[in-house]
């Protein structure tokens, strides 16, 4: 026993600097300190763990091919979360553990104190460096975990979700977008942005549908406690936008179901699928006052602005031309209504959605993915299930590199606000869906196919025919408006039945 620990011993380096580098060594390729002290079945079994470590991680991005996208897949997924929280630390512990084994099994029988001391500053410093790292993944998958938990629901009852068929053999989903304008200075919250998002599944072709703060009358579902509480002839007195604080106020009375989230989203959920004429699968609501946060998480955006737009208490302007906006900026692109209007700013908002989608650049997302996380949980509401983010990320990525968007706006002069014809809205907005479908059975079809007209800002201003009257010579937008400029300049404004592309729209 004494002569084979003494041949142990005379295997080891002969000096702390020496057995320092081979404990380095054994940080870089696990095994080797091992072998240089005669462990041989140590080390090449360490090596050999090494090696699948390696061809794991090799297969892994093979597998994943560089696609973001099915990298974000998984990492929506609650199991793949734990599952690559419990491999960094597995990892790491088991690493650090080979590394500080190297060390006393290398370091010289016969040094002193010192050396002792300072090999081990040494390997704790080793050791730091391969914890930094898994730390990092743990710290992600958890802030991932925590927001996934903390903003989508579990999947409703009666309602399990499939795989493979995740929208249940339907041809579109359909969301409804909101903007929540709360704020210190002011009660409550009012949606001032509501869009629909109609969502053909195969194509990833988006139609957006715009619906104006200030649509009055607006009808309730019936049999709904809304619609009891309101009932026509009178119906809600206020504007559409407050019909969410109106069911928040009063959630157990007037909410489709009290116990849901957010029962005012909810509830909104069904009165806009009432009005616009589609079934609302989902809502997701952004509180405007953490928007900007969203923003910068993602680096910002690039916009084109047609006219100057006045932001802010002391009179900033974004200049028109070619702009990058910061989260605040951004806000206020989608807020303003200084020098134009609540369907100008529709416009806008529409636009906003179509550059996020665009340039959510996925490598500045992970690098900002901390803050992103937060401000997603501060700002997000929805009643989007974790079990559909996978396929909802596959859908986006569809939107993002197949898909047409087009934007029906809900606006004058085809939908009088203060007296709004609910059947000539449903019908809109069937026939902008219609009218897509219908494009996408062409053989000559598709958003490749489709040349988008110029932004009718950019648009010359020809003056009207002359002697031209009423509706003889001029366009809808001159009959409408009695002014010379053939169509509006401003992106918010729908001129005619046809949806617009946000090509067109948004330049």
Known sequence: MAARRERREVTRPGSTVRALLWTAGSAVLPGIAHLRTGRRAAGWTLL????????????????????????????????????????????????????????????????????????GVVVLAICLAIAT??????????????????????????????AANPWAGRERVNVLLLGGDSGSNRYGMRTDSMMVASIDVEYGDVVLVGLPRNLENTPFPEGTALAEAYPPPGNFTDLLNEVYQAVAEDPERLAVDPDATDPAADTLKDVIGGITGLELDYYALVDMKGFEGLIDAIGGIDVHIDEPIPYGQEGA??????????????LWYGRSRVNSDDYARMGRQGCLIK?????????????GFQDLAGATKRTLRTDIP??????????????????????????????????????EIRRLVAEAVEEQ????????????????????SAQESPEPSPGAEGSTGSTEWQDYTGLPDPSPTTPGRQVGDDATSLDALCP
């Open 317 to 330: 302007v974004l200049e028109a031309g070619d702009q990058h906006l910061d989260g605040n900026e951004a």
């Open 48 to 119: 050999g763990l090494f090696a699948a470590l390696v061809a794991a991680g090799a297969a892994a991005a093979v597998l994943l091919g560089g696609d973001l996208a099915r990298s974000a897949h998984y990492a929506v997924q609650g199991r793949w979360l734990f599952t690559a929280s419990a491999v960094a630390f597995g990892v790491a512990v088991l690493w650090m553990t080979v590394v500080v084994h190297s060390w006393v099994i290398t370091r010289p029988a016969s040094a002193g104190r010192a050396a002792r001391f300072s090999g």
């Open 437 to 456: 479908e219908t494009a996408q059975e062409e053989p000559s079809g598709g958003s490749d196919d489709v040349t988008p007209e110029p932004s009718p």
């Open 386 to 423: 974790q079990s559909k983010l996978p396929a909802f990320i596959e859908l986006a990525d569809l939107v993002a590199d197949e898909g047409d968007m087009r934007t029906m706006q809900l606006s004058p002069p085809q939908v009088d606000t203060a007296y709004p014809d609910w059947a």
């Open 133 to 162: 790292p898994a730390a990092a993944v743990m710290r992600t998958a958890y802030t991932a975990y925590d927001t996934l938990t903390s903003v989508f629901g579990a999947d409703a009852l009666g309602e399990p979700h499939d």
């Open 355 to 367: 550059y996020v989608a665009e340039q959510a650049d996925p490598a500045t997302v992970l690098t």
